[in-house]
């Protein structure tokens, strides 16, 4: 498949699902809650620092406020939530659910964030550092002497968290990422300025690296470091061809910079496949950097190889390492091949790999066409992003277990600047990311929920909710002297049971033409608009994993299904870094007993009269076995512990 899809501009699509919604808004109080000038007290520090100021003026110009505290933002990786924040922000700004005061709010506070970031910029000038900022925490005097040395610490390999370094250019990527979104997503042309001062300093620091040097730096977590100077090329040249002066002159170093951060042997070792190759790897470290081959390809197509990399890394990840949700890893890595039902623990699929995966997934689509990126997408989206979010506080997970029995730790307000809550910041305001794709001629809904798409010509109005029914309402309504000119395609999910689908247009039931996975409606049927109902079967299926043969996840219609158990023990722990996990299991074990049918065979073929739904709810009754469970969609589990997994017996 060679065809091309596009993801449709945030601003242009608006998520009118009210479970969405809702978390959404809740999302964007707590980012304006929190405290801009916390999150630039690091970056105000450095640059008081580079510039040589006393401690008097220092004070004075982080406007005597400190960074936030809990072992994050306090200590070498402070820093990182600024560059999620601004992205967060800058997908809220455009979000067009925001209400008017949110849109307000939300616009002065990126404003007030980039403005300062140019400020603290702005004092590296003629320091021979021009264009670096960092928030990073000073934990030792050292740092303090010489605010650069986690970056050169890297250079020599050296990579104590606490002591050396705590994965400078991982903090590097989320900010420069954060940059880019304020400009490309939001248009606030001064992040642009800065984005492009900060990546000459970065290409600065990559051209005088020798082999050796390089190797080492490669050696230490660096985030999609490519990725971001890929796309900060991508954006300058669009910029230059446009001879728009907002380019930057000497942008190809921008990419010389980023080609620096493809690992090419690890790429080639993943390519030319073979047995456990990710075996004890750090997920959420090796994921951005496929992304960013990904990246060297969309921006240039000659680089086809760089897309095998990365359609065989996202081979082995989906097909080896992840559970039902979507999800990967355990504590943090991952495990052998096939190896995931002996994974099961209070600690799997860290959030930010999935949100990495997502990501992912969707700019695979885009670039391959092939429905398998979407099918993974959707699952993935409403099973592992949606299920990552309590839904009253707007908090969100680190790690969601995989052994039952465990349940959901959420971040607190102020206290756990995690990656994963800087993602999952990120993840409720995009929420609209991904459900339709449009490319000349054509508009493709790839995730069913209730959104709307408008574009020059036409306006698309989606309504379903599969708790309810299969039925998916599309309304197509053309503007004022326009017509619809695009094929409509629709995704035809592979939990609709034996891939039926009824479709009907202006009420008339019409035979389905698909194609690569998509029923096709061709534009002469909807020229003047039109009202789509296209019929899904939604039901029960089942799914083990490669060694649990007897161990079942059960799923509803595209929501992965798991049982509740309770809010007796709810208890935690720290874990790692001042991480916090779930630390007791609720059930002693996960084991089934079958009493009614005589094999496992023979309950899954009847699963319908053994998991009953309730009518109206989703509650699904298990009956013939020794326990009496109640399970419900996962992604609206955040109070209790659950279940997802259960090993039957007969
Ligand atoms: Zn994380």
Request: proline share 2%; net charge negative.
């Amino acid at each position: 498949m060679s065809e091309l899809w596009s993801l449709t501009d945030l601003k242009d699509v608006r998520v009118t699902d009210k479970y969405l919604d809702e978390a959404f808004h809740v999302d964007v109080k707590n980012l304006l809650n929190l405290d801009a000038d916390r999150f630039l007290a690091g970056f105000r520090e450095t640059a008081s620092l580079i510039k040589g100021e006393s401690p008097e003026e220092t004070k004075v110009f982080m406007k005597s406020k400190s960074r936030y505290e809990g072992e994050w933002e306090d200590k070498l990786i402070g820093g990182h939530t600024m560059g999620h924040y601004l992205t967060a922000i800058a997908q809220a700004v455009v979000n067009t659910a925001a209400t008017s005061d949110e849109h307000k709010r939300l616009q002065e506070r990126l404003s007030y964030l980039i403005d300062s970031l140019k400020e603290c910029q702005d004092k590296t000038i003629g320091t021979g550092e021009d264009g670096y900022i960092f928030g990073a925490g000073f934990p030792k005097q050292e740092f303090r002497d010489n605010p650069l040395l986690q970056f050169d610490n890297v250079e020599k390999g050296l990579g104590h968290p606490f002591d050396e370094a705590w994965v400078p250019w991982y903090t590097m990527h989320k900010i420069l990422t954060g940059l880019n979104a304020a400009y490309k997503i939001a248009g606030n042309e001064t992040a642009l300025l800065v984005a492009n001062r900060l990546g000459i300093w970065i290409s600065n620091r990559t051209d005088r690296w020798d082999d050796k040097t390089h190797k080492k730096v490669l050696g230490i977590e660096y985030g999609g470091m490519n990725d971001c100077l890929y796309e900060l090329y991508q954006i300058n040249r669009e910029l230059k061809e446009n001879n728009s002066p907002l380019a930057c002159l000497d942008y190809e170093r921008f990419e010389r910079a980023a080609h620096c951060f493809d690992e090419v042997e690890l790429f080639e070792k993943i390519l030319s496949g073979g047995k456990n190759l990710l075996n004890n790897v750090h997920a959420n470290t090796t994921i951005p950097k496929f992304i960013g081959a990904l990246a060297r390809y969309e921006v240039n197509r000659s680089e086809e190889r760089y897309l095998q990399y990365a359609k065989s890394f996202w081979d082995l990840v989906v097909n080896e390492h992840t559970y039902v949700t979507g999800g990967n890893s355990e504590n943090e890595h991952f495990g052998e091949d096939g190896v995931l039902d002996a994974e099961r623990t209070n600690v799997n699929n860290e959030t930010c790999n999935t949100y990495n995966m997502l990501k992912f997934s969707r700019r695979l689509f885009a670039v391959t066409g092939n429905i398998k990126y979407l099918e993974y997408s959707a699952r993935t989206f409403i099973n592992a992003i949606v299920a990552s979010q309590n839904h009253e506080t707007g908090f969100t997970t680190y790690f969601q277990p995989m052994a039952t029995g465990y349940h959901k730790v959420f971040n607190t307000f102020d206290g756990n600047f995690w990656c994963c809550t800087g993602t999952g910041y990120e993840n409720f305001t995009k929420l609209q990311d991904g459900v339709f794709f449009r490319e000349d001629g054509r508009l493709a809904i790839a995730l069913y929920i209730a959104a709307e798409y408008e574009n020059e010509s036409y306006k698309v109005s989606v309504d379903c909710d599969f708790t309810r029914s299969g039925e998916v309402k599309i309304d197509i309504t053309p503007k004022a002297g326009a017509k619809v000119n695009d094929d409509l395609w629709l995704r035809i999910p592979k939990w609709t049971q034996n891939g039926e689908a009824e479709l009907s247009i202006n009420g008339e039931k019409v035979e389905v033409s698909k194609k690569d996975g998509f029923i096709v409606i061709p534009k002469g049927k909807i020229a003047d608009g039109g009202e789509i109902a296209l019929l899904l079967k939604v039901g029960l299926s089942y799914e083990s994993l490669p060694d649990g043969d007897n161990t079942y996840a059960f799923l509803y219609g595209p929501f992965v299904l798991s049982a509740r158990l309770g809010t007796k023990k709810i208890a935690t722990r720290p874990h790692g870094i001042a991480v916090v996990v779930s630390a007791e299991r609720s059930v002693d074990t996960d084991l089934i007993k079958i009493t009614s049918e005589s094999s496992i065979k023979a309950f899954l073929d009847h699963i319908d009269d053994h998991l009953i739904k309730r009518p109206g709810e989703m509650e699904f009754d298990l009956t013939g076995t020794d326990k009496n469970l109640v399970f419900t969609t996962h992604y609206n589990q955040y109070k209790e512990s659950y279940g997802i997994y259960w090993t039957l017996e007969c």
